[in-house]
């Protein structure tokens, strides 16, 4: 079989979900995104592995161990998730913002005139 | 020097060609197409759990591939592993948090436009890059590469100590969702929900 083939159908999964973690707002579709992005790994480990004829068997080894923590991922992060939508009622990735920079807009008005106000 | 190359030419078999592909590849290219699509369609769809079914799609068909490639104990652990346990939670998650079961409008995210950009443009460089580096790699899928009882002996001979730290990393995984989940020790007493604020009334009617 071509090389080719395995790599590219990798390349191709590995970027449509750079593409569901960019664009999804639901954090449950961007934790499949990401297991769509672990899973194109796993395809070329697995097609290296059997193109290299390793003796160790390197790439499907790794692929079983990548399977896991996959698995423990996947379970963490919904333990997180749930943790979020308990305490906050809502699963968009884009409002649960309280580590975040405040937006330039988002600063009142007020603050920065007391604050010219004490300077002065 | 020009017998060593027409000896090294020789050694290539004229099969090798992307015009005349064997049937493993014309149904590696199949499946992947299938693979590729339900991925799409599972990044791109509006209904939530629409999207964790698509996944299994794009899942179960990388199993195959797994298979076509010879490495049947990662093509069965695949399926047991993801098709069975990841996807349930997915779906659990989904139900969990609320998900609507039908269209939603808010979805995607107002960075769609932005992430299609880097999508595409990583998917063409990184295409660019591994065809011209592969181009001229043939796999070899002769003889046992993969059986389940090569993946026993290599796994429980060379990789014992990366195991071994697995589980426990699998139990501080258990461990770390069970505390996280949990809810405060103090209220031991679960707030009254609907159905039990009803009750409550109508008993005191």
Known sequence: ?120 | MSALLAAAGSLEPAARSYLSPTGQEIVFLLVGALVLGAAVVSVTTRRLVHAALWLVVALGGLAVEFLLLTAEFVAWVQVLVYLGSVVVLVLFGLMLTRAPIGSSPDADSGNRPAALAVGVASAATLVTLVVDAFRSSWIDLSGPVGTTRLTGEFLFSHWVLPFEALSVLLLAALVGAIVLSRTKGDRTKPRPGNLRTALTKTKER
């Open chain 1, 1 to 120: 079989m071509h090389l080719a083939y395995p790599a590219v159908l990798a390349v191709l999964l590995f970027s449509v979900g750079v593409y569901g973690v960019l664009a999804r707002r639901n954090v449950v579709l961007v934790l499949m995104s990401v297991e769509l992005m672990l899973n194109a790994v796993n395809l070329n480990l697995v097609a290296f592995d059997v193109w290299l004829r390793d003796t160790l068997h390197a790439g499907q080894a790794l692929t079983l161990f990548t399977i896991t923590v996959a698995a423990a991922e996947i379970g963490l992060g919904l333990a997180i998730v749930l943790l979020v939508y308990r305490t906050r009622r809502t699963a968009a990735v884009d409002l649960v913002t309280a580590l975040g920079d405040r937006h330039e807009a988002d600063v009142p008005a007020d603050a920065a005139e007391e604050k010219e106000q004490a300077a002065a």
